[in-house]
């Protein structure tokens, strides 16, 4: 893994966590959620609700 990817991965956790998509990962969908979050965390910036139920 590249510099670049390290530093995207850390943003993209960085972001989730603001926006609350750790609290409570107590189901699948959760977890899921949590971790497309930091997969495409620049559409967090934008007010885009990715949570799967």
Request: charged residues 10%.
């Amino acid at each position: 893994m590249t510099i670049g990817g390290i530093i995207y991965l850390v943003l993209g956790l960085f972001v989730a966590a603001s926006q609350n998509y750790f609290d409570h990962l107590t189901t699948l969908g959760r977890l899921l959620s949590a971790i497309i979050a930091v997969l495409v965390w620049p559409l967090l910036l934008f007010g885009i609700d990715i949570r799967i139920s």
